[in-house]
C-alpha cells in the first residue's frame, strides 16, 4: 500500500481533536471567506476597523460567549450565589488585557465583571490615565461567583482556563495587567502579589504587568493606602509605557479621544 494510501486511511479512522481556538478560527475562516491560511494570519486579518473585521469579531465574541455559557467543567455553576456566568467585556481587538480574579456578587448580578466598588476603582483609574474602559478588554481567571465570593481553589481555575485560554489566544494581546495573586500564579504559579508586584513577567509571548486588585486598594488605610495605591499608579504607567513601546499605535487606539 502506498504511504499516501496510509495517512488517508489513518486520517478517516481516526477522531482528531483539535484545540477550541483552532475549531473556531476554521469556523471563522469558512463564514466569513477569509483567505489566509495560517492562524495567525486570520487573527491579524480581523483586528482592523474595516466592517468585515468588525463583523467577524462580533461574530467570536458570541461564540466565545456560547462556549463559555455550555461550561460545565466545575461545580461553581451550580453553587447557589451563582447566577450567571460573566464573560470578559470589550474588543477583540484590543492590545491590551486586564485579567481580575473572579465575579463578585454585582458582578454575578450584572453578567460583566468589574462593575461593583472594585470595578469603579479601576475605572476611576482608567480615567486618570486617559484609557476608554470600552476600548480595552477586561475579563477575570474563573467566570463564575464562588461561595462567599471566596478565592477559587487550583481545581477551579484549571476546569476554567479554557475559557481564559480562548480569549486570550483570540486577542493575541501585547500586554496584560494582572490584577491580583490569583491572574498572578495563574501565569507564574507560586509567587507572592507582594514580592511580585511591579515587575514584568514574560510567560507565552505575553508580556505581563502584575499589580494590587482594586479591591485590595478599597481594604487599605492611612498611609498603607496612599503607598498601595502610587505603586498600583506606578505599575499602570509601566504597562501603558511598554505597550507604546511594542505598538506605538496603541495608546491612540485605547485613549479617550476629543469627541468623547
Known sequence: MAIEDEIKQFFAAEEIHLPESMKLLIELKDKFNIPEFDADAILQSIKGDGEHAKKSRMYLRNRIRESLNACQRCPLYLSETHTQKVPGEGPLNSPLVLIGEGPGLDEDKQGRPFVGRAGQLLTTILDKLNISREKIYITNVIKCRPPQNRTPNKKEITACSHNLE??????????????????????????????????????????????????YILRQQGKTLVKVKWAVWHDFNNALEKLTELYPEAISKISYNEKE
Do not use: C, D, Q
Not at 483570540?170 to 514580592?195: C, D, E, Q, T, W
Not at 514574560?202 to 505581563?208: D, E, F, H
Open 166 to 215: 480562548l480569549e486570550l489566544s483570540m486577542i493575541s494581546p501585547k500586554v496584560i495587567i494582572a490584577l491580583g495573586a490569583v491572574p498572578l500564579n495563574y501565569f507564574k504559579p507560586g509567587s507572592s502579589i507582594m514580592r511580585e508586584r511591579g515587575r514584568w513577567i514574560t510567560s507565552r509571548g505575553y508580556w505581563i504587568m502584575p499589580t494590587f486588585h482594586p479591591a
